[in-house]
């Protein structure tokens, strides 16, 4: 099963956030499909349009993983499911 | 292609990570037709059996959820069928059945279990006599289980010896968990017009009218909506008020709305209700009365309350209403003191009183709600207190109930304290003018005019 997940990183920009967030999500069978980056007042902030691949992967080794990413880069980064967003802002 | 905007994403983060953004409960309705035997052990076993097996998944569903959509689900609780239509004869103690659920509920993990229930409303039944009776030591001698008796509808009036009957129970339960600040009142509920769906603890009950198992999904999120109220203009008219927190509810409810789907769907049981109550936390700023002040009002009870908890219902109710097809339960603001930081300190600073809360009631759900008193207050004031609360519901067509707590010992200003979600409160005055003799008089108040909609 492809479940769409929406991935958001925020927090001080540094060397290496984009290279750590991808690499965890390659090695979990997740592909990337869009992604929208800025830097405000040196606040990183990403946002991804991610596929889980249920097959190969669960949905909970995949937040773990980015956990781990997060824990070591001192960031924020979160995974949802998309329809969350889809149901709380479209009618 | 991603069709949600950052600023979207950020703006549900925020909601959830600092308004207190969150599903209040997840609450599993079991009916247990087929527990019901003439001899009170079995029927207890058949309860903890029918209960530990069928809600078994519900709390590790309901957290799978949570983690894969970020959105805390708070409670997981079970409601079953009112346990008074199980049992038979007379005289028997009912404590052993609710002993049989508490453990079930601890088994599978639930913080709360309801439906140690009875409905009385026009007469009581053997049944109901037994159940109303083990009461009090039912909730002595049980950490998780709930109790609810429906005493008045508009189509049946108001009940007056249940309600006097009640009044008498709940001060048993008091003095029988005097040392824990009379906590067995804080999971005892007296209802008028009572719901088969609700999913809010003290009360739920699965009705009799509803499927086997059902999922029903309480919602929240006073915090979001006192964020979005703050954030507007100071000279931000009321119809702009109305409309903010309009679309704040529909953001809220949707949530609700994908959490109902999906336990249902995983569970493989009936989709319910979504309620639509905003339920406070005593969480700093997760306050209902926290959003009347950032209306307008000085003090939650002060002139304009009324005012601005009617539109705040109103505005909760038309937002998510577009947010759901299948809204249920009380879905009206909630006012309990002790789980509302703000009316704690309303009550503290002497800007809400009783009688403020009263009149709450007529504009939003379950009025005196969590609301300590002196231990005591005598019966027949108890008993008034709670029949004008009935009248209420009565005469205006809508639930209204009485969670009263005549804590053992303690006097005006004095607090009883539980923690948790159940939160603390200042014990509150009681008017020494009460209707000690129409209390006495019993009988039944008469359905009213407006109950004759043939």
Known sequence: MQTKAILSVLGEDRVGIVAAVSTA????????????????SGVFSMTMLVTVDEDKTTFEDVQERLADVAESLGMQITLQREDVFRFMHRI | MLRITPEEIAETLTMVTQQHLDIRTVTLGLSLGGCAADDIATVAARVYDKV????ERLVPVAEAIEREYGIPIINKRIAVSA???LVHGKGHDLTPIAVAMDRAAREVGVDFIGGFSALVHKGIGAGDKMLMDSIPAALASTERVCSSVNVASTRAGINMDAVLRMAEIIGETAALTAARDSIG???LVVFCNMVENNPFMAGAVHGSGEADAVINVGISGPGVVRAVVESLPQDADLTAVAEAIKATSFKITRAGELVAREAARRLGVERGIVDLSLAPTPAEGDSVAAIIEAIGVKRCGGPGTTTALALLNDAVKKGGAMGTSSI??????????SEDANMVRAVRDGALTLEKLEAMTSVCSVGLDM??????????????IMSDVCAIGVINSKTTAARLIPAAGKRPGDTVDYGGLLGAAP???????????????????PAPLNSLRN
Do not use: Y
């Open chain 1, 25 to 40: 999500l390659a090695q979990s069978s997740t592909n990337i499909e869009d992604i929208r980056q800025t830097i405000l």
């Open chain 2, 52 to 55: 530990s097996s069928a809600a």
């Open chain 2, 83 to 85: 346990i008074s239509e």
């Open chain 2, 185 to 187: 009142c804080a999971k």
């Open chain 2, 328 to 337: 249920g339960g009380l879905s009206g603001a909630f006012i309990p003191v």
């Open chain 2, 371 to 384: 609301i300590a008193i002196p231990g005591d207050t005598a019966v027949e004031t108890v008993a008034t």
């Open chain 2, 427 to 445: 014990v509150m005055d009681v008017s020494p003018w009460a209707g000690t003799v129409l209390a006495r008089r019993g009988g039944r108040f």
